[in-house]
């Protein structure tokens, strides 16, 4: 366990102020798409590829409109092409089916569209919103949190539950990409820079040789 929350998020607010999510989006729904793109791919392919994307696809129809054949074609370079394409095309249906084709703003009704689930909803609601709906928790989310020794939970929902207990409701939309930002740039999952660490005295370390 971290020895002191507040004192770890004060450290992270001076080395990632405002920090947030590296996705590029401009409506909720972008920030949805953007999102399911990227499940095993890189924030910044996914960049890559979006401009153009969200230049054809602005409405939830504009991608049920379309042969799914097309869409896969759009998304084939962020991998996984054709399950991603059929978690947009769920979503799109069920935003429209329930939703008025506008992305809900709870945690329980977002997690009912299909391809979405805790860590995508907390993503939109986090960052599209300022919802503190729960704490983003992905890979590097994950790794993080169990070296510093603040979750010994190894599935993310449960290291989730270990991080909303100890970190105050008011740092969540905060503290989620924060610490994203740290496993991503600091924190590695390959040679950690621990010598460099502005967390290093906070941290168990486990699992590091």
């Not at 249906?93 to 329980?108: A, H, K, M, S």
Request: charged content about 30%.
């Amino acid at each position: 366990m971290a020895k002191d929350i507040a004192e770890l998020i004060r450290r992270l607010r001076k080395e990632h102020p405002g920090a947030k999510y590296e996705l590029d989006w401009s409506t909720p729904l972008e920030l949805l798409v953007a999102t399911i793109l990227a499940a095993q791919a890189t924030d910044e392919g996914i960049n890559r590829l979006t401009p153009s994307l969200f230049a054809k696809y602005k409405k939830p129809e504009d991608y049920l409109r379309v042969p799914v054949e097309e869409l896969e074609q759009d998304i084939k370079p962020s991998g996984f092409f054709r399950n991603k394409a059929k978690a947009i095309r769920g979503a799109c249906q069920g935003l429209i089916e329930n939703f008025g084709g506008e992305v809900p703003r709870t945690l329980d009704e977002l997690i009912t569209l299909p391809g979405v689930a805790r860590k995508t909803a907390n993503v939109v609601l986090n960052t599209g919103f300022d919802i503190p709906s729960g704490i983003i928790v992905d890979t590097h989310v994950a790794r993080v949190s169990q070296r510093m020794g603040l979750s010994a939970e190894t599935k993310p929902d449960e290291i989730e539950k270990d991080l909303m207990r100890d970190v105050p409701v008011d740092q969540w939309t905060f503290f989620g990409p924060a610490m994203v930002l740290h496993g991503r740039y600091t924190c590695t999952a390959k040679k950690p820079k621990c010598d460099e660490c502005p967390l290093a005295d906070l941290c168990d370390k486990k699992g590091v040789a």
